[in-house]
């Protein structure tokens, strides 16, 4: 059985509202945020074996920041530029790209990608929020073959749920 965490990047900042999207920053909310929604997952004990991250600044932090209170190693982080604003499809593809050894894998990117990926497996949510999670198991050995027709829901968890 293969886990999948879909994990949107926490708040990002808009204090330079110039700055090049792909270079946002966290703001205070999502520097405050990440580091609480990583202690849910640890209660849950859920740990990652694999993260894969877009490479956006803002993503890249919330996984930084998931991975330190994780005992995750940083170094090991896969930052994959192609999650930049990636549709629910390219997704997928890098997904099916995870070595078969990992069994519960974390992915950090951005919507409306991750609703639609939520949504393409079988999912139900309107939006999910920043820093928000989204997991599911696939009844499935091999990532190459994750689907709707092997995905079931696991669970969901963002920063306003009442834990």
Not at 7 to 16: E, G, L, P, Q
Not at 77 to 98: E, G
Request: with cysteine.
């Amino acid at each position: 059985m293969k886990k999948l965490v879909i994990y949107r990047h926490a708040k990002s900042s808009w204090d330079t509202p110039y700055l090049d999207d792909h270079a946002r920053p966290l703001a205070e909310r999502g520097l405050r945020d990440a580091p609480r929604m990583a202690q849910r997952l640890k209660k849950k004990k859920i740990f990652p074996d694999y993260m894969l991250s877009s490479d956006a600044e803002r993503a890249k932090s919330t996984a930084l920041i998931t991975a330190e209170n994780l005992h995750f190693p940083k170094e090991k982080i896969m930052l994959n530029r192609q999650l930049y604003h990636a549709s629910s499809y390219s997704i997928l593809q890098c997904l099916h790209q995870i070595p078969n050894t990992n069994n519960v894998a974390f992915i950090f990117g951005h919507n409306p990608g991750f609703n639609e990926l939520i949504e393409d497996l079988g999912g139900t949510i309107d939006n999910l929020p920043t820093c928000g999670q989204f997991g599911f198991t696939f009844n499935t050995e091999h990532w190459k073959n994750i689907s709707p027709a092997n995905a079931s829901f696991w669970f969901v968890d963002y920063p306003k749920k009442e834990s």
